[in-house]
């Protein structure tokens, strides 16, 4: 289980944590075609490597945060809150 | 009594003026304290302690420890229990495991006459074809081979397993002298540190060494017990490590738990689990009476056990010359020491129950029953290789070395290289102190980057070179395999002579010749067998060990009880503050999701009836409840519900529907408007805390700059629902404040007042049973005393409590859908006819391309209030619906009852759009097959659609 640092909680047992995917920027609801929302509901780069990841802080400070982490390695930087 | 008990040993763990009484197949033993199963049986003059797995071939000590292939008994109801380490108790009954009708007579050796049709790939080859036969027969006779003990379903008297967290700086695996030394360092450097140890006591090989090895030992005891920074954790088993330092321990040692799992995280990891001896490969290597090296040593020097009378030793190392000492000073004869490092064999041995004769490689044949061997050392390298580390074959010190480990991982003792007891102590001391260096700022870092952290106590710690002088490699000669064939796998049965037709088959790479042949997968996870495998495997490809490379090691490091893994649930339970009154008038209990709650108090039809024609009284309270404050709320509202909210006047309530992102209707509830910047939003009861995370996401990620507050009141309100016709009478004589009559407080409306004298409950009126009915949301303080007073007080109205059971029912009478339960994960808004509330024409909404897109569509299920012909019989929920008397579906049953107010079957239903007009006849195929016609209805509700007794 990997630990993932909350800005406010810090470094957490993953399953205090929620996953909620990569960053992906919503499209404007009102003008978006499907496709490009479909794009954005099912489609991920899903490297292996870097990718920037939301995490909800569910059993703590109950914060959505986005880190950095390398999915090969789980190695985790660049902390923000968002 | 104890016939092979030799005088007093300096280091001999057994208590001699105890006496510790047993039964072994159902015979009286007795032992001593500190004694193992194995070594009182051993001093008792037994020699067969199991049959081997697929020949029954009859097994003795082999290695006398954890790893012992040969020593899984069955001690009462627990199952395979390592004989070689486990320590004997008072009254144990010990049995024998996978022979039948006895260990001494045991028909599976019949196996033995048609072994050449168990080798390798056997049960791939032979249980494959005619399918058919894998349920009525091969299943069956597979069970019978099955090996392992008896696990009694009912009988535990386990106890309760249990979990611990546990967070040390420093975590060593391994209590020998270099793990020993390494903790005392890492101690004394500040860090808090966890030893664990595999045996029940520390010291590795220490234990069973000479006096001055018993002297270092007693030292390094003493100082790890003086120290405060270190909890030791014996007969404990380090069992897997994962990311970022996540350790599992398999602690057997607890005073109460049968056995404990830790969790640890742990700032770094020094491994240092020693070396495991190497059988060698030889016909009949697995002859009673064959032992390794350092079986012999720790049967005489730990428990005073002579292990045989009359000895041949191949020696490669120091560990067999020490052996052949061990063995003079305990009376056993020495026939022939053979030096393995000038060439000297062993061919064969002879002997079934026990060895009786050893053919030598020079064409000599001795008479000896003992045989021990000293061929080499596999390094257990398995939590590097869990760590990321891919070990080395050095063929000068013919084993695998470590390679490259990660900062927070470190090796240290025989599985880094070879030394004096002095140079293991030293590798051991500078590792723990690296180790604590990493961890302590490891812990240092955690302390201080985050925003609410407390000023540091002193600076960051340095980075400490890893500066550590390498313990020496000393050459040892490649004993593998002598020229004939022998078990590589004890465990699994499985000889030198199988591995090669699995190479010549194919399967000639060391992960394939794994799976195919089973070897490695046996309770001795390959600690005894993998190295031998890869050099079998090596000697069929002609090639060098380096180049077949080894299977990777998984966890656990050794085999690991469900109980334990399955261990203590942390999952409470919740209950609302009336639960107990329900309990106390007998309440049936149902568990949905988190929460226990009434499904009934008696019968709920009659339930369901006291609701149309009086009033009832149910606890909803698990319903999910968000107090939403702000002036941006109603843009909160427009986003996340299908329908508008930009124009809900104080006072008033409306009924809301969420979809997800994707389109699929993903709860509903009503919320109502308590002020101008106050409201109170209501969830489904499983959908409480999903609804309040994706408030909170759209809050915090993408409208930060929206002034909104969430905070959730579910357990801080207790809900009542007074439901029935007389449930304003009720009220009017309990409410204050609150006009009740019909035009000052119409439906879907919310006042706040005061109930039985409780101040500020919120009161709202809506109707999921089809009745005039309020819900009343009361502080959870005071709710019994709100629910007694409601009884009391409305006894000569009728007033009774209801259940969830009836409340189904009154929803489906009035044709009221259940998100989870009428839509499913693919659900859009129109299926749920929703058409009606959903605004396409709002600017965002969440969903809206998909539910644009939904309603577009003319294929989607539609859900229908349906009533089977026959109105007695109550299709069970999911039953399909279907085309004639094809098994074409074309929807399903979401949620049938049988109705009281109507006296017939009432059903809501999925169904294909074609069959979604009022009046089409449709058939649904029951449970037992049988098909009935059922009528689809114009509306959801089958009793009052216009909704007339609700409204009054």
Known sequence: ?82 | MSPRRIPSRPGELIDRSTTVSFTWNGRAFTGHQGDTIASALAAAGVEIFSRSMKYHRRRGIFSANHWDPNLSVQVGDEPNVRAGSRRLLEGMQVSAQNVWPSLRFDLGTANQLVGRFLSAGFYYKTFMRPQFLWHSLYQRILRKFAPGGRIHWNTSTHGAYDKRYAHPDVLIAGGGPAGMAAALSAAEAGATVMLVEQEPELGGHLRWGANDDLEVLADLRSAVEASPGIEVLVDSTVSGRYDHNWIAINQRSHPLAPERLIKARAGSLVVAPGLIERPYVFAGNDTPGVMLAGAVRRLTNLWAVRPGDRAVVLTASSEGDSAVADLESAGVEIVEVLDARSGADIVKVDGRGRVRKVHLGDGRTLAADLVVTATGWTAPTSLLNMAGDRPVYDPVAARYFPHALPDNVLATGGITGDGSIAELLAHGRETGELAAARALRIRHDVLTTTARSTSPKGPRPETVPDDRIPLRRVPHPECYRSSTHGLVDFSEDISSKDLMQAASEGFDSIELMKRYTTVTMGPSQGKLETVNAASVLAEARQVDMADVGTTVWRPPFSPISLGALAGRIFEPVRRSALQDWHEANGAVNLLAGQWVRPDRYGDPMAEALNVRNNVGLIDVTPLGKLDLRGPDVPKLLELVYVNRWQKLKVGRVRYGAMVGEDGVVSDDGVTGRLAKDHYLMTTTSSGAGAVWEMLEDWLQTYRSDWEVHVTPVTGGLTSINVAGPRSRDLLERLVGGVDLSADAFPYFSVRTGTVAGVADCIIWRIGFTGELSYELHVPSGHALHVWESLLATGSDLGAAPFGVEAQRILRLEKGHYIVGQDTDGLSKAPTAGLAGLVKLDKEDTVGLPELRAAFDRTDLPVLVGLQPDDPTVVPEEACQIVAGDSNEILGRVTSSRMSPTLGRSICLAQVDPKLAAAGTSVTVKLVDGSRITATVQEHHAHLDPEGERQRV
């Open chain 1, 1 to 82: 289980m990997i630990l993932v640092p909350c800005p406010n909680c810090g470094p957490r047992n993953s399953s205090d944590l929620r996953n909620t995917g990569e960053v992906v920027p919503r499209p404007d609801a009102a003008t978006a075609s499907l496709s490009e929302w479909r794009s954005y509901l099912y489609l991920r780069d899903n490297p292996a490597g870097w990718v920037t990841e939301t995490w909800y802080c569910r059993s703590g400070c109950r914060t959505y945060f986005t880190i950095e982490r390398n999915t090969a390695t789980n190695e985790v930087r660049g902390l923000e809150r968002t």
